[in-house]
């Protein structure tokens, strides 16, 4: 009976948990109010947890977490191009994303998951073209913010 019992309290608190999670949509666009290749949103603060789903409105782009972007021990992730995909961010820090084929022109965002626990490793990677300007912005809201 007591394991009967544990079972289903245990269950409960999963359900729990899930339904407080919460999910994100980026979507990727060619173009939007901040220009063009874009992710719309370009910063999202999220809680241990939570999900992010990338959407391509437009075809012709992916997301993908970069190196030196996430936080220890945590897994990056690779979206394939013109697909929609989910990832469930677990680890506190923060995540710099790229579209491959359009980093260079600046198609990047961050996503903060918790406290931002890796920014300064990750405000040292470099990036080509306009990326690093782009994020030189992002970073600057985010240490705004906290």
Request: with cysteine; glycine share 10%.
């Amino acid at each position: 009976m007591k394991k009967m019992i544990l079972a289903a309290t245990c269950a409960l608190l999963a359900t729990v948990g899930a339904a407080i999670a919460e999910e994100h949509v980026i979507e990727m666009h060619n173009k939007g109010e901040k220009g063009v290749m874009v992710f719309v949103p370009d910063i999202v603060r999220a809680a241990p947890g939570d999900t992010v789903r990338f959407v391509a409105v437009d075809k012709g782009h992916n997301a993908e977490t970069i190196k030196g972007m996430v936080p220890e021990n945590a897994d990056g992730f690779k979206g394939k191009i013109n697909e929609e995909f989910t990832v469930t961010l677990e680890k506190e820090g923060i995540y710099g994303v790229k579209c491959a084929p359009h980093y260079g022109m600046g198609m990047v965002a961050l996503i903060t998951v918790g406290e931002p626990v890796n920014t300064a490793e990750a405000e040292t990677v470099k990036h080509p073209g306009k990326a690093g300007k782009v994020f030189a912005e992002l970073f600057g809201q985010v240490v705004a913010s906290n």
